[in-house]
């Protein structure tokens, strides 16, 4: 289990670069090293096979629909997972931390949307953050020369859900969403420790007064550095 504290969010407007949006904090695991970061919610769409999900969904509200582009003339099937190791690891799932559309499906599907079936975002629904992939056939009825939106050497980069138990402003102020990620230290990524400080740097269009960082909706206000 994660505890973190001690958030704190700022602009550094040293020119002649452009502001860059800071976020730093620590957080503390109770148990095994881990290596935590923030990561944006959602997923920008960049080629295929890519699969792109809402920044947050509500808990109580609509399932979550996901925009596809499996690649011209290829086929796909959604993968949802609590963590991404799932993916990978078929005797681990259960139905309240996995669901793939080829449960559900006979061939596999070629809208540019689908949305998550309602029974199963009322299991899944229950998790604070959900991770999500597509993988791709030329045929519809088999796979062949399959692929997929997430190499399977580096699952935890996969694409990440925040669920919330009510909507989040994010527009008044402007708000920047980010979803803290744990996993274990050394797995597909730097190591961690039991005391882990967390940073995130980005360059945005968008300047964002405050910061809402998920599981927990931390709140925090960004500081301008000059």
């Known amino acids: 289990m994660l505890q973190c504290r001690d958030w704190v969010a700022w602009y550094d407007s040293m020119p002649p670069r452009r502001d860059r949006l800071h976020v730093q904090g620590r957080c503390r695991t109770n148990g095994e090293p881990m290596a935590v970061e923030l990561r944006r919610s959602g997923n920008p769409r960049r080629g295929a096979p890519s699969v792109s ?15 596809v582009d499996p690649g011209h003339g290829r086929f796909y099937a959604l993968e949802v ?29 070629s809208a540019p ?17 959900l991770f999500y992939r597509i993988l791709t056939s030329v045929s519809a009825g088999q796979w062949r020369d399959a692929r997929d939106s997430v190499r399977t050497t580096d699952i935890w980069s996969a694409p990440v859900l925040v669920v919330a138990p009510e909507a989040l402003q994010l527009d008044d102020p ?19 420790g039991t005391d882990v400080q967390v940073r995130f740097v980005t360059v945005d269009s968008q300047r964002y007064r405050t910061v809402t960082i998920m599981p927990g909706r931390v709140v925090v206000e960004v500081e301008d550095v000059p």
């Open 53 to 67: 999900g809402p920044p947050v969904a509500v808990r109580d509200g609509p399932p979550p629909v996901f925009a």
């Open 113 to 129: 949307e689908v949305q998550l079936p309602a029974a199963a975002w009322q299991r899944l629904g229950q998790r604070d953050l």
């Open 174 to 192: 402007p708000t920047l969403l980010l979803a803290r990620v744990g996993r274990p230290a050394g797995a597909s990524g730097p190591g961690g």
């Open 81 to 109: 997972a609590a963590i991404p190791p799932l993916f990978n690891d078929a005797a681990g799932r259960k139905p309240d931390t996995f669901y793939a559309t080829w449960q559900d499906h006979a061939t596999l599907l």
